[in-house]
């Protein structure tokens, strides 16, 4: 069977009324029994009045900065040097 893709797809038979529509959406959504035993099941951790301790240690001698994916990575992983600096081997290839 053959569809005519260019005809007009809508007429004014196809047309709903804003209500109608609205009465087909559900006002709330609805919770099932399931749903409801698995509410409790979920908490979100306290880890906001934690302090996180991080020691930075600056860029040692025999490491570089990929100027690619930036990240610090020892001089056996070096692929190249370009215009833009040190590339990684990942990043070379």
Known sequence: MATDYDAQRKT???TESLEAIKERIPSKPSISDDDADNVDSFTIPD?????????????QDNEFT???CFLVKPHAQLGKRSKSGSIC?????
């Open 12 to 14: 004014d038979d196809d």
């Open 47 to 59: 880890v906001v009045n934690e302090e996180l301790e991080v020691v930075v240690l600056p860029q």
């Open 66 to 68: 990929c100027a690619n």
């Open 89 to 93: 081997i990942d990043c070379a290839s």
